[in-house]
């Protein structure tokens, strides 16, 4: 095929078999694009036109790519995105007169202490500019990124897709939560005793603080999981019951009255709180602005933490 061959194909079919590639699903893959099934079915029977070959085969609710379809993709992806690249060049971004629209995925607990004073900073420099947040974490924001759900994700990630990039933004650095008629600082043992309120987005009430108690032989006994923090300090609040959170949750916590935040009584491994973002959009100066403009805002609460931390801890 030569380039003059190009004015003969719709782009917007290649989204569409990209995104059918990523979803296996018709319904689904309608839903990312905001488009209606029939319109799905129709740009497939394009594409199979096109190419060819059926591209994806029914089997169940699942339409399962062909070994074409698998071919095509290894090719198409970096095309489009080298096509995404270069068109982010050819575009301006002035965030005072913006009326862009931006994605961004936040695991919970940095939607909880972090995004209010990150969105008064934002809005201050593009006041017209329109933020959607979605709920992300390591388990979700790959395929948020990979179908364009979201254009950046801030949480502790670890495997994501080949074309995504990440920053690293600080530590997420334990700390014990507890109301504030607890006057002392919880040993072990007085920790162990205490009733445990876990947060966990998927239900689980075990997880890395119970890996490092059963290493040496102790255990917690959790009474409650719940899925977000937002409830945690009325569920606290004068009740024996303690949790562990990160600092910067503790810190937002602990400045509305009514809770403490004490050092861990053993040592549990710190995660890191990354930025993640797609390559397609490296380049592009808006998201070059937003992933700048985060970055900056997450070391500078990063520094007022770990003061607020050193000193609420050495109390």
Partial sequence: MNRNDLRKIDFSLLIVFETLMHERNLTRAGEKLFLCQPSISASLNRLRQYFDDPLFI??????????????????????????????????????????????????????????????????????????????????????????????????????????????????????????????????????????????????????????????????????????????LKTLIEGTDMVAVVPEYVASTMIGQGGLRMDPMPIDVPELELSLSWSATLDNDPGERWLRARVAHHLAESSTLIASLVTTKLAA
């Fill in 58 to 231: 029914r089997i169940g609710r699942t339409m399962e790519p062909t070994s074409r379809a698998f071919e095509i993709q290894q090719n198409l992806t970096p095309a489009l995105d080298t096509m995404a690249a270069a068109l982010s060049h050819v575009n301006e971004f002035d965030p005072l007169t913006s009326n862009a629209v931006f994605r961004i995925g936040l695991s919970d607990d940095v939607e909880y202490s972090l995004l209010p004073s990150l969105l008064r900073q934002l809005r201050m420099e593009a006041p017209s500019v329109s933020f959607v947040v979605r709920r992300t974490d390591h388990l979700t924001m790959p395929n948020q990124l990979v179908t364009g759900e979201v254009s950046l994700g801030v949480c502790h990630s670890r495997d994501l897709p080949a074309n995504a990039k990440r920053k690293f933004l600080r530590r997420i650095r334990p700390t014990l939560l507890s109301a504030n008629s607890i006057t002392r600082e919880l040993d072990l043992d007085e920790y162990c005793k205490r009733p445990h309120v876990s947060v966990s987005l998927n239900g689980e009430v075990t997880d890395s603080i119970d890996r490092s108690l059963n290493a040496i032989g102790r255990r917690r006994h959790v009474v409650l999981a719940v899925p977000q923090y937002s409830a």
